[in-house]
T-cell receptor, first 112, second 117 residues
Framework: DSGVTQTPKHLITATGQRVTLRCSPRSGDLSVYWYQQSLDQGLQFLIQYYNGEERAKGNILERFSAQQFPDLHSELNLSSLELGDSALYFC???????????FGPGTRLTVT | GNSVTQMEGPVTLSEEAFLTINCTYTATGYPSLFWYVQYPGEGLQLLLKATKADDKGSNKGFEATYRKETTSFHLEKGSVQVSDSAVYFCALSAWPGSSEYGNKLVFGAGTILRVKS
């Protein structure tokens, strides 16, 4: 158990809908990262937050957004969902803006 | 941009066989290198890491040596067990002197390892 929690574990929704994925980092970690794992794209970095501020952005679609709240938990919002958004979404956390990352168990999103 | 290339799987071995999973990278300077393991239905766990050239990372019988001259970080284990069956990911994070510096991880495609008893 890495100490990073993600909810929900599974999510099934229809195209065009909007969903919110939630992540709680390890106690004391200030940085949160979101990654997408799909069959065709592999594991890709989406976005990083550090102590509430966006720190780095990767291949994140405009339909996706994220934020980190004062209690340091983070949410990833996915809107206007398409079939191709079906993937495993991982959250990771680290103590600082750099350093070792600890991954959560992931949220499996299925868009039908 | 930075990238990681891993050998394609699946790799199927008998128990107690020797394991090598090749990993090469493209990046400026001296990135940090990692191996992560993903067991079925679980998240990624850091297996080992190396942060400078010629460093050897090791954990649970697995080893990998950071080779700057060949830009490689091959994963090895002398004697695999059925419980090692998983997907293995090689990854890097950019060097501080690079324009791509940051803590995001760039992953290879992953290599499935299957160990038969």
């Amino acid at each position: 158990d890495s100490g990073v929690t993600q909810t929900p574990k599974h999510l099934i929704t229809a195209t065009g809908q909007r969903v919110t994925l939630r992540c709680s980092p390890r106690s004391g970690d200030l940085s949160v990262y979101w990654y997408q794992q799909s069959l065709d794209q592999g594991l890709q970095f989406l976005i990083q937050y550090y102590n509430g501020e966006e720190r780095a952005k990767g291949n994140i679609l405009e339909r996706f957004s994220a934020q980190q709240f004062p209690d340091l938990h983070s949410e990833l919002n996915l809107s206007s969902l398409e079939l191709g958004d079906s993937a495993l979404y991982f959250c990771a956390s680290s103590v600082a803006s750099v350093g070792e990352q600890y991954f959560g168990p992931g949220t499996r999103l299925t868009v039908t | 941009g930075n990238s990681v290339t891993q050998m394609e799987g699946p790799v199927t071995l008998s128990e107690e066989a020797f394991l090598t999973i090749n990993c090469t990278y493209t990046a400026t300077g001296y990135p940090s290198l990692f191996w992560y393991v993903q067991y079925p239905g679980e998240g990624l766990q850091l297996l080992l890491k190396a942060t400078k050239a010629d460093d050897k990372g090791s954990n649970k019988g697995f080893e990998a040596t950071y080779r700057k001259e060949t830009t490689s970080f091959h994963l090895e284990k002398g004697s695999v067990q059925v419980s090692d069956s998983a997907v293995y990911f090689c990854a890097l994070s950019a060097w501080p002197g690079s324009s791509e510096y940051g803590n995001k991880l760039v992953f290879g495609a992953g290599t499935i390892l299957r160990v038969k008893s």
